[in-house]
């Protein structure tokens, strides 16, 4: 067992010390959270709560983004992601377009950017984009006037998901600062896992991470001061889980494993399920999270993930609320104070 | 919470005494034409248009030996020109009865383009329809750019587009009074 302590880089201090100023930065883009104040995160979970008491009323349907066109342009498939900011746009009055790559003209052999300027040129005020290639809404970003905002590239980041990971966690605990969140399984593969590192230690929760060491990061192992996040690994699912206030299982990402990096799915089911018994090591009211989609049996028992610590479902509802902040903050504009 | 001396651009208005003696007549009124407040609700514009409200309910409550309802609407997400302005933290509203068949009573604390009040009717549409909207504002300052009137008014005051008018209340402000600055635009 290695239990590894990470040192917090200057820059994460000093986004400490100012997380009492909410303050939206007038992004144009949404790429990661590394970037982020946790003064910005508090201002988006403030706003996703304005848009959850939209969420429940019988007429879901406000008229703030009349006029806007926002395209999910979506490299791979995804069902949370996609609908929730299609369902988001469409909530606050926005034009929502769906394009699939595998029937859009990429399948003929148009490059991604070409693909975007395209979005554009029809009048797309916000290209959410998921790709398979880390950095690919980055490239974009730079070369397009589209606001872009990244629904998951690659293994690197998810910001929209950790936002609302973020939001979920306040909204039950009442806090993020000085949680004990254990994020357990495939973590090499997992973009979630990265960009909920960020916000959560952004806001002060005490991270562990925990799987297989095939599937965590080689370098969070052997090169702990390189890292800028204090964070603790842990290859043993038992310490891990020891008075958690939150456990997030992830998904074996089968897709993504190019090599036998786990023995066999019953090896890792009998080391790093998280099942009734496992649970009990946690806080009794630790909150179970997964990111979806869930292979129940494999890294979460059924009757866990549906159990009464489960907050897996209310995740997919804080989702849409999440991103319509974002695109309500998204799409802002300049001063023109009115006096009423 | 300090108090800005009056200076020759800016000068009181209302003092708070003038202030709760304009909330009792609005309280009346709503009263007398409503035949009551049977199916009387009010509804308080964010943010000072909710304690203005809650005051209302308090006086109409204390010489009608009954309660009115009162909600808080955000009207943030309503606005017609988000995209020009400032973003604005979208609050919650707060309506916690039916509206559906009610008198619903606006209330707000500066009417000026009308603007405020026209999102404020097209967020009350997403909660029911009500039986009628009226509107109660504690100043009225004029500049209208929508045809939009009020019902009860607490003070008219005509002003110049340049002038701001300011209205201070006690549980959002420390203090009641309404001044206008003629200095700033």
Known sequence: MTATEHRPAANLEQARADRVTPVWKGRRHILDLDDWSPGEIAQVMDTALTMKSILARP????????????????????????????????????????????????????????????????????VVMRHPQ???????????????????????????????????????LGRVAGL????????????????????LSLLGADVTVCGPPTLLPRDWVTDPGGLPWKLRVEERIEPALEGADVVMALRLQRERMHAGLIPSIREYCRLYALNADRLKLAKTDALVMHPGPMNEGVEISPDVAHGAQSVIEEQVTNGVAIRMAL????SGGTARPDGE | MSVQPPTPHRRELMSADEIRRALSRMAHEIVEKNA?????????????????????????????????????????????????????????????????GQHVVLVDDVLYTGRSVRAAMDALRDYGRPRTI??????????????????YVGKNIPTARSEVVEVKLLEVDGRDEVVIDKQSS
Not at chain 1, 71 to 81: G, K, L
Not at chain 1, 153 to 161: I, K, L, S
Not at chain 1, 327 to 330: A, D, K
Not at chain 2, 78 to 92: C, Q, T
């Open chain 1, 180 to 199: 004990k969140v254990t994020i357990l399984g495939d973590v090499l593969h997992s973009r979630v896992a990265r960009s909920d590192i960020w916000g």
């Open chain 2, 36 to 100: 009551g407040i049977e199916h009387v609700v009010l509804v308080g514009i964010r943010t000072r248009g909710v304690p203005i409200a809650k005051r209302i309910a308090r006086l109409i409550s204390e010489f009608e030996h009954n309660s009115v309802a009162v909600g808080g609407l955000d009207v943030t997400l309503y606005r017609d020109d988000h995209s020009r302005r400032v973003k604005l933290p979208a609050g919650p509203s707060d309506m916690p009865f039916d509206i559906e």
């Open chain 1, 59 to 126: 007429i879901k349907k406000t008229p703030t983004l009349r006029g806007k066109t926002i395209v999910t342009a979506f490299y791979e498939s995804s069902t949370r992601t996609r609908i929730s900011f299609e369902v988001a746009a469409k909530y606050l009055g926005a034009d929502a377009v769906n394009m699939t790559a595998s029937a859009s003209s990429v399948s003929k052999g148009e490059s991604l950017l070409d693909t975007v300027r395209t979005l554009q040129a029809i009048g797309a005020d916000i």
């Open chain 2, 134 to 151: 009226q509107l109660a504002v504690l100043i009225d300052r004029g500049h209208r750019e929508l045809p939009i009137r009020a019902d």
């Open chain 1, 134 to 172: 880390s950095g690919a809404p980055w490239v974009v970003s730079e070369r397009v006037n589209s606001s872009i905002v990244n629904g998951g590239d690659g293994w690197h980041a998810h910001p929209t998901q950790a936002l609302l990971d973020l939001f979920t966690i306040r909204e039950r």
């Open chain 1, 327 to 330: 695109l309500y903050l998204l």
